[in-house]
């Protein structure tokens, strides 16, 4: 059960494998690289998507006049000075966007009849994603231009046996959090590959856990496979069924809540026989399934009984 999603994963995250080869190559097999490894390269069709981001160097080139152009570098702030120009806020808009903007302001100052600017991002500032959590290898991972979720995920060597159904995505402005799915299904994990740039960070947590304990035929903790969610029925399940000695309509559920542990009454033989629907478990739930002390007589009497028979023969045996 556990390592069914990592391999379910993992045959999608291998369609992606040969779009990221070039990009595992240039980081040994999936080794950290440092961002230095990757300066000073320009991007290629996709620039005109690329959005600025504090400490990028920007190539600003305009046509037919050398002496416009120059490279400046965005601040922390993310502004650039440019000649001419003057100072712009830039971070945040993308390459084409800067492009515009300073046509714009060459135009209505009259320093250019009719400007043609290429905008392109020699340098990132954080030129890496960042991949942490429940993932094979987490690390920095090079990404020159935009990348999917799954391409980086596969950069990090996949994910654990203990990863959850979801990872969630912080841009690198820090504003813009998302949540991706990691589900079972090969549609649902590609509709959600998310497009990633660099100074991103990816966390994959680990899996929710339920606990089934007392008298089940394998008692112990078990991860919320199920994309997250798992009912009563389900975990007892996992937990090998109960025994024959259970006292069904005795069991309790305990769940923590902000106010402290909350302990509820559950009568699971009419959950068993249909009569009341499953119940829907959360995180770091316990069920505990007591055992029936009248039951426990019950299937122990045969046992008593057999071994009180053999005393007796044994004690008539002897002269």
């Not at 392109?120 to 429940?134: A, C, D, K, R």
């Not at 006292?247 to 033989?269: N, W």
Request: avoid cysteine; charge should be neutral.
């Amino acid at each position: 059960m556990i390592g069914f999603h990592a391999a379910a994963v993992a045959v999608v995250l291998g369609v992606t494998l040969t779009s990221s080869w070039a990009i595992a190559q240039a980081g040994a097999d999936g080794k950290k690289l440092s961002p230095q490894a990757t300066s000073n390269v320009s991007l290629d069709a996709d620039s005109s998507r690329v959005r600025v981001g504090p400490g990028d160097l920007l190539a600003v080139k305009v046509f037919d006049v050398d002496e416009l152009t120059q490279d400046v570098r965005v601040s922390d702030r993310g502004d650039a000075a440019l000649t001419f120009v003057g100072r712009l806020h830039l971070a945040g808009l993308t390459t084409g966007e800067v492009q515009t903007l300073v046509e714009n302001r060459l135009r209505d100052g009259n320093f250019v009849r009719e400007p043609q600017v290429s905008v392109l991002i020699e340098e990132y500032g954080t030129q890496g994603v960042s991949v942490l959590g429940e993932v094979a290898k987490p690390g920095v991972y090079p990404v020159l231009g935009p990348r999917n979720l799954l391409d980086v995920i596969a950069l990090a060597s996949g994910l654990t046996p203990m990863a959850a159904h979801e990872a969630t995505i912080k841009r690198r402005q820090g504003i813009e959090v998302l949540t991706a799915s990691l589900s079972y299904n090969p549609s649902e994990l590609l509709a959600s590959n998310i497009e990633l740039w660099p100074g991103d960070t990816v966390i994959v947590p680990k899996a929710g856990i339920v606990y089934v304990i007392g008298d089940v035929g394998r008692p112990g903790g078990f991860l919320m496979e199920n994309n997250g969610r798992v009912s009563l029925l389900e975990a007892v399940a996992l937990a090998s069924g109960v025994n024959r000695t259970a006292a069904l309509s005795k069991v309790r559920i305990i769940r923590k809540t902000p106010a402290g542990y909350e302990d509820t009454p559950i009568d699971l033989k009419r959950i068993l026989q249909g009569k009341t629907a499953d119940i829907a478990l959360q995180r770091e739930d316990i069920v505990y399934i007591p055992s029936s002390a009248a039951r426990s007589l019950l299937f122990r009497a045969p046992e008593v009984l057999q071994a009180a028979a053999a005393s007796s023969v044994v004690y008539t045996a002897v002269p």
